[in-house]
């Protein structure tokens, strides 16, 4: 089981927001970062450090971090953003990364 | 810009060792950075499997740690994951990945092989 924990899905209609919560008791501290995995293809970073987005990626997607919760944000939802969607940290004690269990988004 | 590209049997027996390369172009893996592996079984979600620093040190996913070995080449800009004693479990896509940032996201991700056991 994962030690990050992501709502198994989301739906949303065309044009709406769409929020996806991440949570994990030791986050707090970490950098969150998520990614889009479009069916069939690897994933993307859209989100680094919380709330920093990689050049290419849309202002439509950010991402906030309060406690050990993390949120993705999609403003505008498009089909086009339909995919699964998974945060991760890195745990500094063990050096490695931790996933959470991926959220896929639908959109109506 | 930095890419990455895995090659590696798409078909495997029970018992046999997965070999995998990623071809780095665009950037000296010996420059910096993590460089690592993760994998995907189907319908399942991410599982890091381990990193390779530009040093040559490596850390490796504990469940996985005693069948795991991550190795670079310089020379060639390449790194290698051998994964001993395959069996049906391991059916994944394995990515390839470089590992950046204060706080180690992954990004870029190579396309992806898919490795089935049978």
């Known amino acids: 089981s994962s030690v990050l924990t992501q709502p198994p899905s989301v739906s949303v209609a065309p044009g709406q927001t769409a929020m996806i919560t991440c949570g994990g008791n030791n986050i707090g501290s970490k950098g969150v970062h998520w990614y889009q995995q479009r069916p069939g293809q690897a994933p993307i970073l859209v989100i680094y450090?919380?709330?920093d987005r990689p050049s290419g990626i849309p202002e439509r997607f950010s991402g906030s971090h309060t406690g050990n919760t993390a949120t993705l944000t999609i403003s505008n939802v498009a089909a086009g953003d339909e995919a699964d969607y998974h945060c991760?940290?890195?745990?500094?004690?063990?050096?490695?990364?931790?996933f959470g269990g991926g959220t896929k988004l639908t959109v109506l | 810009q930095v890419q990455l590209q895995e090659s590696g049997p798409g078909l495997m027996k029970p018992s046999e060792t997965l070999s995998l390369t990623c071809n780095v172009s665009?950037?000296?893996?010996?420059?910096?950075?993590?460089w690592g592996w993760v994998r995907q079984s189907p319908g399942k979600g991410l599982e890091w499997i381990g990193s390779i620093y530009h040093s040559g040190r490596t850390y490796y996913n504990a469940a996985l740690k005693s069948r795991v070995t991550i190795s670079m080449d310089t020379s060639k800009n390449q790194f290698f994951l051998s994964l001993t004693s395959m069996t049906a479990a391991d059916t994944a896509v394995y990515y390839c990945?470089?590992?950046?940032?204060?706080?180690?996201?992954?990004?870029?991700w190579g396309q992806g092989t898919l490795v089935t056991v049978s």
């Open positions: 991760q940290v890195w745990d500094i004690t063990s050096d490695h990364p931790d």
């Open positions: 990945v470089t590992v950046g940032g204060w706080s180690n996201w992954f990004d870029p």
């Open positions: 450090d919380d709330d």
């Open positions: 665009g950037y000296s893996i010996s420059s910096g950075y993590y």
